[in-house]
T-cell receptor, first 114, second 111 residues
Framework: KAGVTQTPRYLIKTRGQQVTLSCSPI?????VSWYQQTPGQGLQFLFE???????NKGNFPGRFSGRQFSNSRSEMNVSTLELGDSALYLC?????????????FGPGTRLLVL | GIQVEQSPPDLILQEGANSTLRCNFS?????LQWFHQNPWGQLINLFY???GTKQNGRLSATTVATERYSLLYISSSQTTDSGVYFC?????????????FGTGTQLKVEL
């Protein structure tokens, strides 16, 4: 079974631009979560989607948004990019997001904002 | 929210040595996972271990939920074990599928 895939793997943008990242979960998984990893803040939860609905949200500004499609693929969007948005963005999937489930992570998208 | 602390923050070992990594958490949890982040950034699942002990080859993990800690043991370390090890938990009060990560242990295994 293929793992979680993320595209693109690397991205360079300039301040003020917007960016869209994509995540395809493991086949059959319906819960998709997004995390941001930076050297200063570590790994932080952004949001989770299940059945096309945002189920949980971390403490990030409204510039960070996401959505999930009927095939469980998810996208996250960052508008009006800031230098501090430079990070590794990781996507994780699990079957339904219930307590006893393992989350599986994709390879990540490295975003550099200049 | 729940706090997760890992120790030591950095560890340098000679190949063949054993090590123990620790994860302390501040509240009851219903999900605990250990990950290895490779040099390319991918988080690789090692264990799902909210309680008890598990072993997988040279790695084993123990979680004592009542005392709020988990340990990851690496035996006969190899250079390929280098990277950052994270524990992540989901607390009982959190909704959805949010994992809270520790700050990680950076492991370097030298020849």
């Amino acid at each position: 079974k293929a793992g979680v895939t993320q595209t693109p793997r690397y991205l360079i943008k300039t301040r003020g631009q917007q960016v869209t990242l994509s995540c395809s979960p493991i086949s059959g998984h319906r819960s998709v979560s997004w995390y941001q990893q930076t050297p200063g803040q570590g790994l932080q939860f952004l949001f989770e989607y299940f059945s096309e609905t945002q189920r949980n949200k971390g403490n990030f500004p409204g510039r960070f948004s996401g959505r999930q499609f009927s095939n469980s693929r998810s996208e996250m969007n960052v508008s009006t990019l800031e230098l501090g948005d430079s990070a590794l963005y990781l996507c994780a999937s699990s079957l339904t997001g219930t307590v006893q489930e393992t989350q599986y992570f994709g390879p990540g998208t490295r975003l550099l904002v200049l | 929210g729940i706090q997760v602390e890992q120790s030591p923050p950095d560890l340098i070992l000679q190949e063949g040595a054993n090590s123990t990594l620790r994860c302390n958490f501040s509240d009851s949890v219903n999900n605990l996972q250990w990950f290895h982040q490779n040099p390319w950034g991918q988080l690789i699942n090692l264990f799902y271990i909210p309680s008890g002990t598990k072993q997988n080859g040279r790695l084993s993990a123990t979680t004592v939920a009542t005392e709020r800690y988990s340990l990851l043991y690496i035996s006969s370390s190899q250079t390929t074990d280098s990277g950052v090890y994270f524990c992540a938990v989901r607390d009982l009060t959190g909704g959805g599928n949010k994992l809270t990560f520790g700050t990680g242990t950076q492991l370097k295994v030298e020849l």
